[in-house]
């Protein structure tokens, strides 16, 4: 039983590039969310999805895109890379909603822009 | 503004040693509470889940406490151990529908 995958571990980006991350779970869960994590910020929601085809922005979404490609998979895309999103991104997901579930957390992203 | 305040920021304890994080909330209304543990280099875990009720829970050497009239909860560590050295997250959800509001962290050293 993976949980919740995400892909790559590790990117180094020049200003300007993009890329996307992708992040799957396989425990049939409706919601999906997107956090970034930075030293002494703890982490904060980008965007997140409350079930399949839906998307909505969280506390910090500028720089980025996402896509709930189905039930499963849940990307995120930066369209053109900046200093400022160095940071450590993490994929969870939850049964539905949130109140009393838990968050399944990925092990992590971690992108460096140059 | 709903916020979740943690303390101390980081911590540092010799092996064996007992030791008590802070989390203070102003959530409201308030549906439950819950302490992840972070390990370096992986995505949060959760430890134990606290709702409106319930004033203690323990799991393992980890005891939780809440206090919803003063909206403050703490995590207690017994005997600690090297494997314990991680951060602890305290996150507080609303009522449903609502964000989870995440604290920014202890982080908790232990050393032989």
């Known amino acids: 039983n993976a949980g919740v995958t995400q892909t790559p571990k590790f990117q180094v980006l020049k200003t300007g590039q993009s890329m996307t991350l992708q992040c799957a779970q396989d425990m049939n869960h409706n919601s999906m969310y997107w956090y970034r994590q930075d030293p002494g910020m703890g982490l904060r929601l980008i965007y997140y999805s409350a079930s399949e085809g839906t998307t909505d922005k969280g506390e910090v979404p500028n720089g980025y895109n996402v896509s709930r490609l189905n039930k499963r998979e849940f990307s995120l895309r930066l369209e053109s890379a900046a200093p400022s999103q160095t940071s450590v991104y993490f994929c969870?997901?939850?049964?539905?909603?949130?109140?009393?579930?838990?968050?399944?957390f990925g092990a992590g992203s971690r992108l460096t822009v140059l | 503004k709903n916020q979740v305040e943690q303390s101390p920021q980081s911590l540092i304890i010799l092996e064996g040693k007992n030791c008590t994080l802070q989390?203070?909330?102003?959530?409201?209304?308030?549906?439950?509470l819950r302490w992840y543990k972070q390990d370096t280099g992986r995505g949060p875990v959760s430890l134990t889940i606290m709702t409106f009720s319930e004033n203690t829970k323990s799991n393992g050497r980890y005891t939780a406490t809440l206090d919803a009239d003063t909206k403050q909860s703490s995590l207690h560590i017994t005997a600690s151990q090297l494997s314990d050295s991680a951060s602890y997250i305290c996150?507080?959800?609303?009522?449903?529908?609502?964000?989870?509001?995440f604290g920014k962290g202890t982080t908790l050293s232990v050393s032989s």
């Open positions: 969870a997901s939850i049964p539905h909603g949130s109140g009393a579930n838990v968050l399944t």
């Open positions: 996150v507080v959800s609303g009522q449903a529908g609502t964000a989870l509001i």
């Open positions: 989390c203070n909330y102003t959530v409201s209304p308030f549906s439950n």
